[in-house]
């Protein structure tokens, strides 16, 4: 079998978030405020409309308010709230990510790394799957890297933003490493830059047939044949999944509903898919919730909370049918999407063999 790497970072994460958040058009900016005097502190992140008008990430906020009283467009100053980009990164991980791959690594609250068991053709159409739907459902976009490791993963992401898709392969790696910067690879900053050029290393090619002992006796022996290894594009790190606290399935019905008939009929199928992931982990859960996205995009969620762990499907049909018909008792809108969610996940042995005295 083979396997590549994905790494996932979204395109002005914050800005974006915010944007949709606000219902914002053009240029946004977001800001850190040190509450000093009004307008101290400085830019977090900011569109690439924004971007285009020469603001950028730590600017000053003054001087993007000057930017921004010049420009012939409206600029949009929002304060940085990071727990609520938190709870969408993690809705993205939840939603999209976790139907593709058993290991997801968050590398950071915009990125992360899925590493996949699938040839690259089939990793392409599914990084191409995984762009459409964080387009559809979260109306944001992000740029892939679909790279045979972490260290080729990261820089490909990035080489193609926004909504970029970069595939390397196994035998274009050399190529795709020869032709970046020295600077522009994960872990040499400015100062390996230096001292490497001091050693009349300066370019990523001559970095990768550099003399080890030459690196080694100015960088010591594990970084100077990390160095080494990172120009060629090597990279044997492994994805390092986090403990997985829910599993979640969510899909959009074939029409806006408010009739629970219409609506359970989507659970049977969001079960099984929870239920497929949760025994590839085995784990059990204890809780379970209905989640619901309404025709305003709001989402709402319902939860039960069971006498004990449990590995079984019914339950999780059963009870997402109580909370879907207490929920829709006071519920004026129409339902867009529907999901179900298993919570408070323990290692679960499967002990129905066992008799009972
Ligand atoms: N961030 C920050 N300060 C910085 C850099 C980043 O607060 N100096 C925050 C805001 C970003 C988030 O981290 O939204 C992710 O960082 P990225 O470098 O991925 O930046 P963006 O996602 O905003 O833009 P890009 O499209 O270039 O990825
Ligand atoms: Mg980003």
Do not use: W
Not at 93 to 99: A, L, P, Q, T, V
Not at 221 to 232: D, T
């Amino acid at each position: 079998m083979t396997n590549t790497v994905l790494h996932i970072d979204m395109d002005a994460f914050y800005a974006s978030v915010e944007k949709n958040r606000k219902e914002l058009e053009g240029a946004v900016v977001v800001c850190v405020y040190s509450g000093r005097t009004e307008d101290s502190g400085a830019v977090s992140t900011c569109s690439y409309e924004a971007r285009e008008l020469g603001i950028h990430a730590a600017m000053p906020i003054t001087r993007a308010k000057d930017i921004a009283e010049n420009a012939d467009e409206d600029v949009h100053f929002v304060g940085m709230d990071k727990e609520y980009y938190r709870s969408v990164s993690n809705r993205i991980s939840d939603e999209i990510y976790d139907k593709y791959s058993e290991s997801i690594e968050q590398a950071s609250i915009d990125e992360a790394y899925l590493k996949l068991n699938e040839d690259v053709d089939k990793s392409i159409e599914i990084a191409e799957d995984i762009q459409k739907q964080v387009r559809e459902e979260f109306q944001l976009t992000c740029s892939i890297g679909v790279t045979p490791n972490k260290l080729v993963a990261k820089i490909a992401s990035d080489r193609e933003k926004p909504e970029g898709l970069t595939t390397v392969r196994e035998d274009e790696v050399e190529d795709f490493m020869y032709g970046l910067e020295l600077g522009e690879i994960h872990g040499i900053g400015d100062r390996t830059v230096e001292r490497l050029e001091e050693l009349d290393i300066n370019s990523v090619e001559e970095l990768a047939e550099a003399e080890n002992a030459l690196l080694v006796e100015e960088f010591g022996e594990k970084q100077g044949l990390k160095l080494k290894e990172k120009a060629e594009g090597k990279d044997s790190s492994s994805v390092k999944p986090q403990e997985q606290k829910q599993i979640t399935r969510i899909t959009t019905l074939g029409e806006n509903s408010s009739i629970p008939k219409y609506i359970k009929k989507y659970f049977p199928e969001l079960a099984e898919e929870i239920m497929e992931k949760a025994e590839e982990k085995g784990v059990g859960f204890r809780k379970v919730s209905l989640i619901v996205i309404d025709d305003e995009i709001q989402m709402h969620t319902r939860s039960t909370t069971l006498k004990s762990h449990v590995q079984d499907q019914k339950e999780i049909i059963e009870n997402g049918e109580a909370l879907l018909e207490e929920f829709l008792e006071d519920f004026s809108g129409q339902v867009r999407r529907i999901g179900l969610r298993i919570a408070d996940l323990k290692e679960f042995e499967d002990q129905s063999n066992l008799t009972e005295f």
